[in-house]
């Protein structure tokens, strides 16, 4: 049964409200969306045709909702708003990448990219402000943590995407700021919301975790078809130590028997992304490692070429050459690999790039032109 005082702040029904007060539609199901518009007085299959705007047909505002009365139009523009979240700036990229700032309520703001594919329309949400993790490599890391998004602003953050879309959206990828499983909960709200309300198959969205062991038990367990990507990035302790600082408390052991279970749970092969910085983990003795510790294990390696951002450790991209050969001996032990395709490269597409710029403080370590060859 739901509890309409958990789902809705109390005292809606003064019927005056300043912005700052009215109710935020975002991040409510179809069952509480009826629940809610019931209680006002109204017929609770309103509640359906209030989500089949919003999460259907990415409505911004009550006025296009024309098989609604106009009164209720009305009301609903005085006691409610379908978002309050709007878009800061938006870059677009010659090859269709879309990479948009949001500013919340409270006025942080987070990274969320449109990514059009031949075959599908992906998008790249946000999950947090911030980040604690402190991957070495990472732009978002430098800026250190804030908080957690609600299932609404990570739901939101697709919405703004559809507007800006000619096609609809096919692909989730849980990949921008923060970390998903540190905010697990929200997470699996908008993830449902997601599926159930916008649509879109739970096997079409993907995913991404720095290894938080216990929450990768904890996701298998819930049993659904979702994509894990691990971003492993190494295949012994030592290398991923000088990369990432999870390493510490998670060993790479640890990880790849999570992986085993979610596989087991799920039935879904897990993805392995491999960040290669040049010197560091892209040598030929890693390669055989990782292959040999992959064995039979189902699974995928997606090679990233490291997106150049300022680190204190002069992290730099490898030669392509160096990633041709890493990718062979994994392909010779009978790994399937992929490699990601660069999108967006003027457009500060790496991970927190944008926002650092925003913020005006455009990462701690001096900028100088990128050294990225083309791969
Ligand atoms: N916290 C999650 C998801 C966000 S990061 C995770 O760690 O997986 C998404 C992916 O981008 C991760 O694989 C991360 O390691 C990678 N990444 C971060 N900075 C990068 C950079 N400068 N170049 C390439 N990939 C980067």
């Not at 990828?173 to 198959?201: F, T």
């Not at 992986?259 to 055989?288: C, I, K, S």
Request: glycine letters at 6%; one cysteine or more; aromatic letters at 6%.
């Amino acid at each position: 049964m739901l509890n309409l005082r958990d789902v809705f702040p109390r005292g809606l029904r003064v019927s005056s409200f300043s912005m700052r007060e009215r109710l935020v539609l975002i991040g409510k199901s179809t069952a509480e969306l009826r629940a809610w518009i019931a209680e006002l007085g109204e017929p609770a299959y309103r509640g359906n045709q209030l989500a089949t705007w919003i999460y259907r047909k990415a409505a911004d505002r009550f006025e296009v909702m024309t098989d609604l009365p106009a009164a209720l139009r009305t009301r609903l523009n005085e006691i409610a708003c379908i978002s309050p979240n709007r878009i800061e700036t938006v870059q677009r990229s010659h090859d269709g990448t879309l990479k948009c700032l949001l500013a919340l309520q409270d006025e942080q703001v987070i990274e969320c990219v449109l990514l059009p594919y031949e075959d599908r329309i992906s998008v790249c949400l946000s999950t947090q402000v911030g980040c604690a993790m402190g991957c070495r490599f990472c732009a978002t890391a430098q800026g250190g943590f804030t908080r957690n998004l609600t299932a609404g602003e990570i739901i939101d953050q697709l919405l703004h995407l559809q507007r800006l879309s000619e096609q609809r959206i096919s692909h989730v990828v849980l990949m921008g700021m923060g970390e998903p499983l540190l905010n697990l909960e929200n997470v699996l709200v908008a993830i449902r919301l997601i599926h159930e309300e916008v649509g879109i198959s739970m096997r079409r969205i993907t995913l991404s975790t720095v290894g938080i062991v216990p929450k990768i038990y904890a996701l298998a367990d819930q049993k659904l078809p979702l994509t894990l990507a691990i971003s492993l990035h190494a295949p012994d302790d030592e290398t991923r130590a000088r990369m990432m600082p999870v390493s510490r408390k998670w060993k790479v052991a640890d990880l790849l028997e999570a992986a085993r279970y979610y596989f087991e749970r799920t039935g879904r092969r897990v993805t392995f992304e491999y960040l290669l910085l040049r010197g560091v983990n892209d040598t030929p003795r890693h390669a055989r490692m990782l292959a040999e510790r992959l064995r039979d294990l189902p699974c995928l390696v997606n090679l990233i070429p490291f997106n150049y951002v300022p680190t204190p450790d002069n992290f730099q991209r490898p030669e392509p050459e160096r990633v041709k050969a890493f990718r062979q001996v994994l392909e010779q032990a009978g790994i399937r690999v992929t490699q990601r395709v660069e999108r967006g490269h003027e457009i500060d597409a790496a991970c927190g790039q944008l926002r650092g710029k925003h913020l005006g403080k455009p990462l701690r370590f001096a900028m100088r032109p990128s050294p990225n060859a083309p791969l």
